[in-house]
């Protein structure tokens, strides 16, 4: 497994290549992460996983600094998972200057988390087009933990006419059902107890719709005062459609229970999809 660290070298290595599958993350890899390597080798000849830690995506109160950086134990961990490179460049060859080219995205990049994580989604895309164009994947994997990434780095590569397909790995879970993201390690005891509470929720709101429940706001009021009772700081709790997560109509089928909250200095997001049927 090649390990890249600057921008020159990776093209040069690449040069001629086709059947690139991109895997972009910011590195701290579990077993999520492997998983979309997995789906990644299933879908090409020639596997990269970028790893860097995007200071645009960040907010000035944010955990930029703290986010951990474990570069070699991620790159043991994708060197059995049979990676063919890793890109991890330094913040300099990304950014040379300040970057001031972004991407403009679609209303929705302000819904959601992107209303508590003002110009995330901006930072998030406008990475994720500069590793496009460096890697010049095929097909691109991002996980559906980040359902509202995943709609926006779709969008982006539809609305953009990007060559590049997008495709979305299912979210894997702790054996108590916490999807699994890097800022868990951030959880004390009792908090990793906690943590698994938001995902209880999503349920209860999917076996509820699926009970024939169409009340959603009630359902998200009941949602954010059950989480608030038990110390959880509530972004939001909402039933939004698959398609495009506008709030949905009565008809919609394909529905996405989407929630963001904190335990303690915390942040943790999880989604469920649910589809309706009549
Ligand atoms: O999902 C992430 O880890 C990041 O937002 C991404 C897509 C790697 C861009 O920095």
Request: proline residues 4%.
């Amino acid at each position: 497994m090649l390990v890249i660290h600057t921008i020159a070298e990776l093209r040069a290595r690449l040069q001629g290549l086709t059947g690139i599958v991109l895997v972009p993350t910011m590195g701290n890899l579990h077993q999520g992460h492997l998983d979309l390597v997995r789906i990644a080798r299933q879908h090409g000849q020639f596997v990269v996983v970028s790893i860097f830690v995007n200071p645009l995506q960040f907010g000035v109160n944010e955990d930029y600094s703290k986010y951990p950086r474990t570069l070699e134990q991620d790159c043991k961990m994708l060197e059995q998972c049979g990676v063919d490179m890793v890109f991890a460049p330094g913040e300099r060859d990304l950014y040379p200057q300040p970057q001031q080219v972004t991407v403009d995205l679609p209303p929705i990049a302000d819904e959601l988390c992107g209303a508590f994580r003002p110009g995330h989604f901006r930072g998030a895309a406008t990475v994720v087009l500069k590793l496009f164009n460096i890697v010049q994947p095929r097909i691109a994997v991002f996980g559906k933990k980040d359902y509202q990434q995943l709609y926006l780095m779709r969008q982006m590569a539809a609305q953009l006419n990007l060559p590049v397909e997008i495709i979305g790995g299912e979210t894997v879970r702790a054996s108590d059902g916490l999807a699994l993201s890097s800022r868990n390690q951030y959880l004390n005891i009792a908090e990793r107890t906690e943590a698994v509470f938001l995902y209880q929720t999503l349920i209860g709101i999917s076996v509820a719709i699926m009970d024939g429940a169409t009340d959603f706001l009630k359902l998200e009021r009941q949602a954010i005062e059950a989480l608030t009772a038990r110390g959880w700081q509530v972004d939001y709790v909402t039933i939004r459609a698959q398609s495009n997560l506008a709030e949905p109509t009565a008809s919609e089928r394909n529905l996405v229970i989407l929630a963001a909250a904190r335990l303690g200095q915390t942040r943790l997001i999880d989604n469920l999809e649910v589809s309706r049927e009549w």
